[in-house]
């Protein structure tokens, strides 16, 4: 495999401390590539100093934006149709999706996303975790895909351009679905669901690509979505030969998403407000793609 295609990512980095251990321990094992960081969880302040380290310092870091859990960076009298009375986030994937389409609310909400992606960036740059000069951006449940909050996002690109910022990437998230119809191993506890939402993103891509073209930012894949939760060695070793075959006839990277970093029960906290990404973040699968991730580079767990 030319790794020279392929990013190993590791999305999640300060959700808990305990998972961005596991994400430092991979990166000192020198089997990952980049990772992405969440600016507005409680574990953000005590993991600074860790993504500062030596450990980390060459990867490639992206701001996670975050408007699924935890509390909101702005005050809630500054986005308050984002967060509930305690300052958690109350929007939801499915209620932004909608919002999307709904032009009395839309313009409010863009508004209030772009000031708080402002926000986010900020802390990350404030803290030594995002290059002013380099910023890369993706999300958190890839909510940056919707196209209201990519107008949000691109607000907030042209606002921080303005301040001297410099943007260089954003994640495309178009995993290529026929990919995994080239083998039935590639199918093995096949998830409808994933495949639905592949397909809903897939189809926000289309729109994402022509602003990055526009700005001459480069354009990748990326393989992490259908098999969200579930990237085990044995798909790796199949999937990852076609992804490189699809990067060199387009000429575009792959980012391989994993979530690696395991969360601990005991760090279950309120601002963890969604039942289903509890039982995501407490997932033994994520230990399935810590153990992926070292074996495909031949390391120990």
């Known amino acids: 495999m030319d790794k020279s295609f392929f990013d190993f990512h590791a999305d999640d980095f300060a959700v808990s401390s305990s998972s961005s251990r596991d994400i430092v321990h991979l990166a000192e ?50 986005i308050p149709d984002l967060v509930d009375e305690e300052g958690f986030f109350k929007v939801s994937w499915g209620s932004l999706l909608i919002a999307n389409f709904n032009p009395a609310k839309r313009p409010k909400l863009k508004k209030q996303l772009s000031a708080e992606i402002i926000a ?25 895909m919707i196209p209201m909050v990519q107008d949000a996002l691109f607000d907030a ?21 026929s990919l995994y119809f080239r083998s039935w191993r590639l199918l093995r506890g096949f998830s409808p669901a994933n495949m639905l939402k592949c397909i809903i993103l897939n189809s926000f891509s289309f729109r994402l690509k022509k602003k ?14 259908f098999y969200s939760g579930h990237m085990d060695h ?5 999937v990852l030969p076609l ?27 309120p601002e963890f407000t969604k039942p289903g990404f509890v039982q995501f973040h407490l997932s033994n699968n994520r230990h399935v793609e810590l153990d992926a991730l070292c074996r495909l580079s031949g390391v120990s767990v």
Not at 61 to 73: D, Q, R, T, Y
Not at 157 to 176: A, C, M, S, W, Y
């Open 212 to 225: 990055l073209d526009e700005r001459g930012l480069p354009i990748g894949y990326l393989c992490g979505v």
């Open 234 to 238: 044995e798909r790796l070793r199949v």
């Open 120 to 144: 986010q960036v900020e802390k990350c740059i404030e803290a030594g975790l995002a290059d002013p000069m380099a910023l890369r951006l993706d999300s958190h449940q890839h909510t940056h």
């Open 157 to 177: 690109i042209n606002h921080l351009e303005k301040q001297g910022r410099k943007v260089v990437f954003i994640r495309n998230t178009e995993d290529p679905i």
């Open 29 to 78: 094992k020198g089997v990952l590539d980049s990772i992405s960081i969440i600016p507005n969880m409680s574990a953000f302040s005590s993991c600074t100093a860790a993504a500062g380290g030596d450990s980390l310092g060459f990867l490639k870091k992206s701001v996670h934006l975050n408007f699924m859990e935890g509390k909101s960076c702005l005050d809630r009298a500054e």
């Open 243 to 269: 992804f490189e075959k699809l990067a060199k006839k387009k000429n575009r990277r792959v980012e391989v998403l994993f979530h690696p970093g395991r969360v601990k029960k005991e760090e279950i906290t």
